[in-house]
């Protein structure tokens, strides 16, 4: 739990704000769903930040991360 919540506080690395529909890629960096969709194209299919090489890969919004960015919101709406 404690390296997801590292992960989604990051920045992303594209835009450097927080990321929004945050995509998760197969080497564990969290983007914006609209920023990585821009940097993906087939001359260009490899992680921004760390450049390891990225197959096909389905940008799936990972709700997990999206929650775990706002941990007190999450936890507030479940006392309702």
Not at 49 to 55: K, L, Q, S, T
């Amino acid at each position: 739990w404690h390296s997801l919540w590292s992960t989604s506080c990051s920045p992303c690395p594209i835009c450097l704000g927080e990321p929004k529909d945050p995509v998760c890629l197969p080497c564990n960096h969290v983007f914006c769903h609209k920023c990585i969709s821009l940097w993906l194209v087939p001359a260009q299919m490899h992680c921004p930040y760390c450049r390891v090489a990225v197959e096909d890969v389905e940008l799936t919004v990972s709700e997990e991360l999206r929650y775990s960015s706002h941990p007190l919101q999450v936890q507030v709406s479940t006392f309702s």
